[in-house]
């Protein structure tokens, strides 16, 4: 299951977002999730290892597919490789999780999200608050 972060304490914020129509509302928070996955992915590519660069270029931001069952459901996933199609590299999950030669991996991946928790938040409530603003919500 991916990381899921909940931002709390900005009630306000909150309040103003579900005042909003669902289309502006859908499009705020995409926006506000993109800007935050793609930070994340810089981050990530900045701590991959860098033999070939192949697995470098294979860290990409894509939307996350949207829920029949939830209509409100936005977000966006990072993924890092494994598509053979393209040619990237399949070894991306042996580094991030491990393997039997090397148990403990070296998680980029997870290193770019957790190690950039607090700036995503506040990136991504800031995004909000622009969307918001720029709606004309938001004094």
Same mark, same amino acid.
């Given at each position: ?44 590519r ?23 069952s ?9 993924? =890092?490789g494994?598509?053979?199609? &393209? *040619?990237? @590299? $399949?070894?991306?999950?042996? +580094?991030?999780l =491990?393997?039997?030669?090397?148990? &403990? *991996?070296? @998680? $980029?991946?997870?290193?770019? +999200? ?26």
């Amino acid at each position: 299951m991916p990381p899921t972060f909940v931002i709390t304490g900005v009630k306000e914020l909150d309040a103003k977002l579900a005042s909003l129509e669902p289309k502006l509302r859908k499009d705020t928070m995409r926006k506000a999730t993109r800007e935050a996955a793609k930070y994340v992915a810089a981050d990530a590519r900045r701590l991959a290892p860098h033999d070939t660069g192949k697995l470098e270029q294979s860290i990409k931001v894509r939307a996350r597919p949207r829920s029949r069952s939830n209509k409100n459901s936005v977000g966006h996933g990072i993924t =890092g490789g494994s598509d053979f199609a &393209e *040619g990237m @590299p $399949f070894y991306s999950k042996f +580094l991030e999780l =491990g393997w039997k030669y090397m148990p &403990e *991996g070296d @998680p $980029f991946l997870r290193q770019g +999200l957790y190690g950039n928790e607090r700036r995503v938040k506040l990136m991504f409530a800031r995004r909000i608050r622009e969307g918001i603003a720029k709606i004309g919500r938001l004094p």
